[in-house]
């Protein structure tokens, strides 16, 4: 089983759209959860780190911890075509906070379209 | 303008090649790691440097050899790769404190023949 899975996509969705994009995990122990973005061409570029379980919100973005069911997501309110992106969901393995060694999903491929 | 810059952007090689990636911050981060991206898997992670010494080699095979000279470059040398060795090779680092993020430049495409 792998430790961090995600659906590659692509998702298609019309501009102004609510996108959801989740990631399961199988490590009760992960404690520290990130998204990157990436866009075609480019690295990925930190979105958004949460810890624990709950919510944290950045501008349109919300991020989502579920610990009881090991399930991370990302929602993009008001989408738009620049969202246009592969969005990785990324763990960190152990309790501290360690960013050594972290642990992505393959990411997921997000078309917006006008 | 990432902050971490990455050359070649783009490679062709054959498998009895030798040729080297570069990577250079301007951040003043003192940890430095290669990852391999292949479609459809996770980022794997390859190396790891913290202030220039090797912390991490995650079964990486010798065909790949790293170099961190100081803590602004880091060095990918290749030899006798495979097809299967084909993808995006990309930097990142961050800084001394373990419990930042990392920044990633925008990778070397490599194509094996």
């Known amino acids: 089983q792998k430790e961090v899975e995600q659906d590659p996509g692509p998702l298609s969705v019309p501009e102004g759209a609510i996108v959801s994009l989740n990631c399961t995990y199988s490590?009760?122990?992960?404690?520290?959860f990130m998204w990157y973005r990436q866009y075609s061409r480019k690295g990925p570029e930190l979105l958004m780190y949460?810890?624990?379980?709950g919510n944290k919100e950045d501008g349109r973005f919300t991020a989502q911890v579920d610990k009881s069911s090991k399930y991370i997501s990302l929602f993009i309110r008001d989408s738009q075509p620049s969202d246009s992106a592969t969005y990785l969901c990324?763990?960190?393995?152990?309790?501290?906070?360690?960013?050594?060694?972290?642990?992505f999903g393959t990411g997921t491929r997000l078309q917006v379209f006008p | 303008e990432t902050g971490v810059t990455q050359t070649p952007r783009h490679l062709v090689m054959g498998m009895t090649n030798k040729k080297s990636l570069k990577c250079e911050q301007h951040?003043?981060?003192?940890?430095m790691y290669w990852y391999k991206q292949s479609a459809k898997k996770p980022l794997e992670l390859m190396f790891v440097?913290?202030?220039?010494?090797?912390?991490e080699n995650n079964s990486v095979p010798s065909r790949f050899s790293p170099e961190c000279p100081n803590s602004s470059h880091l060095f990918l040398h290749l030899h006798t790769l495979q097809p299967e060795d084909s993808a995006l090779y990309l930097c990142?680092?961050?800084?001394?404190?373990?419990?930042?993020?990392?920044?990633f430049g925008d990778g070397t495409r490599l194509s094996i023949l």
């Open positions: 990324a763990t960190v393995p152990g309790r501290s906070y360690n960013t050594d060694k972290l642990i």
């Open positions: 949460t810890y624990s379980s």
């Open positions: 951040l003043g981060h003192n940890a």
């Open positions: 440097y913290n202030f220039k010494e090797q912390t």
């Open positions: 490590n009760s122990a992960f404690q520290y």
């Open positions: 990142a680092s961050s800084p001394p404190s373990s419990n930042q993020p990392q920044h």
